[in-house]
């Protein structure tokens, strides 16, 4: 071990990233904890997402996380962290106190042993930890929400798929052994483009809550989405899976122009999420629309037409025609989606947010349109054709949400619209992603280009609504 002649790891960067004195300190972490709303969680937390910039940019992020473990005791806290500075192809560990203005932090010494004899890719060293600000800038959050908890300090520098694998599976088993909270600490996108950022952001944020760490690492790899500590959270996302999480929960994102107020010059994105496991699907299925006009027969004429023009629009057909004799539900203009699943996946979803056609013709259109169109998937093959399930969701009339207690996670549908920037989620995302009212509201913000919360700002106006929604 090469850190055997130190007695503690002193701090780097104190005075710098948050304040070196101990009472400032104290009180900023304090400040930054009680400004956010704790959030009752639906499940047990298996690991936090936290960013890591210094404390005026990141600081309240990062709080809305560790705010997330109120009432919770965690007696180990393994941070996972990235290397700045330093690079090497092991899982780098410290056995030694980490220190802070606020005190020593003690090491688990059974955990790190215990991580040592799992896999040879740990290793005891200095590497990555000598004036790391990633891990060290966690500590002070967890002095005050955790005071009595010891850590497991582990920095990865490498992001390749194999090490994280080993990494995980460790920590899992580890984990299961003896009960520990994992933190993975990252910031998001880095840039010049307050926009790009946004964009960024929200789809690296989408791709950590789907729970699958090889899409995941994919989309690193394809440069489609940004994270400085990606290898912290590819290692989080392996050990949850296999600790059984099966749920994200975004807790808050937002950007350094978005605190500064300014979009000029250099732009980092931050994220606060919380890993769950133990979560019930949701009380409500699929099988509550929320809007009951459509007779069994008019969903089965709807069902035929879209299976017919999604196999036509494939093999390169010409599109059909709506019967001549309709009923005056399918003739009359509706908002309506059609979603296409291969293997309970999406595949691709398009939809009329506004009556433009009649519901027919409606769901002739939007079933080419999800086949070929959607611009976040390649067009669909005819070999995909035999696994691919149609489902339909008719929506109701908008209505203004007056209050966060007007929503019914599962029951209604989110548009969320300010200027121009405008988006909208179905009834059914927030139960299949297992999503509470709060957090479908963030998420659709997002996919309007507009930060996390900014649905409770009065220039952003919010509506609800319900929808019938059937398959084959």
Known sequence: ??????????????????????????????????????????????????????????????????????????????????????????????????????GRVPVDEA?????????????????????????????PFLQRVAPGASIVP???????????????????????????????????????????????????????LRMEPEPFLRALERDEIHACGAGAIGALLMAARELGADRATLLEATNSADVTGTAQGYVVGYAAMALLRGVEAGARGRERSGVESLTEEERATLLALARLSLDRAVEGLPRPEPPDSLSPALAAPRRCFVTLRSSRQLRGCIGFAEPKHALAEAV?????????????????????????????????????????????????????????????????????????????LDHCCLKAGLISGAWKDSRTEVQLFEAEVFGD
């Open 154 to 208: 582990l920095v990865i520098s490498e992001r390749s798929g194999s090490l994280l694998e080993h990494v995980g599976r460790a920590l899992a088993r580890a984990v299961a052994e003896q009960p520990a909270l994992l933190v993975a600490s990252s910031d998001l996108y880095h840039g010049y483009d307050v926009e790009e950022c946004r964009r960024s952001d929200g789809r690296t944020i989408e791709t950590i």
């Open 1 to 102: 071990m090469d850190a055997s002649r130190d007695q503690v790891r002193a701090p780097a960067v104190a005075g710098q990233f948050y304040p070196g004195q101990p009472d400032r300190l104290a009180e900023t972490v304090d400040h930054l904890l009680e400004e956010r709303s704790p959030r009752a969680l639906a499940g047990q937390i298996v690991g936090l997402i936290v960013p890591h910039a210094g404390y005026p940019y990141s600081g309240a992020t990062a709080a809305s996380a560790y705010r997330a473990l109120e009432g919770h005791e965690w007696p180990t806290v393994v941070v996972i962290a990235p290397s700045h500075h330093e690079s090497f192809r092991f899982a780098s560990l410290f056995d030694l106190p980490y220190e802070t203005p606020l």
């Open 364 to 440: 002739i259109e939007l079933a080419r349109a999800a086949a070929l169109e959607d611009f976040r998937f390649q067009p669909v093959a005819p070999r995909e054709l035999p696994g691919l399930s149609i489902e339909i969701s008719v929506l109701g009339e908008p209505t203004p949400m007056s209050s966060e207690r007007d929503l019914e996670a599962g029951r209604h549908g989110v548009i969320v619209s300010r200027g121009p920037q405008r988006a909208l989620l179905l009834p059914q995302v927030a139960t299949e992603q297992r999503w509470d009212g709060r957090t479908l």
């Open 111 to 139: 955990f790190v042993q215990k991580l040592l004899a799992l896999d040879p890719i740990f290793r005891v060293s200095r590497a990555g930890h000598r004036s790391e600000h990633a891990l060290e800038v966690q500590l």
